[in-house]
């Protein structure tokens, strides 16, 4: 369970840091874009779950959170903009 757990938020850390470079610039700063990476794992998760998409697969894995956190990304700028 802990073991699970620390694999997620390292996943999501991934995740955040891989949607920082992608954005270059217009995301939240290097510790608002991890956060999103976290939260964005469990979106993408979430849809993973959804689909029918296995995430055992740390490839796999990162690549949800990435999608995720993309998602998450693009939804909380929408806020920001406000």
Do not use: C, E, H, Q
Request: glycine share 18%; proline share 1%.
């Amino acid at each position: 369970m802990i073991a699970s757990l620390i694999s997620f938020v390292v996943i999501g850390i991934i995740a955040g840091w891989i949607v920082g470079k992608l954005l270059k610039g217009s995301g939240f700063g290097l510790t608002g874009n991890l956060i999103i990476g976290v939260i964005g794992s469990i979106v993408g998760g979430v849809l993973a779950y959804v689909i029918g998409l296995s995430t055992k697969n740390p490839v796999i894995a990162i690549g949800t959170a990435v999608a995720g956190a993309l998602i998450f990304l693009a939804i909380a700028a929408k806020f920001k903009k406000r």
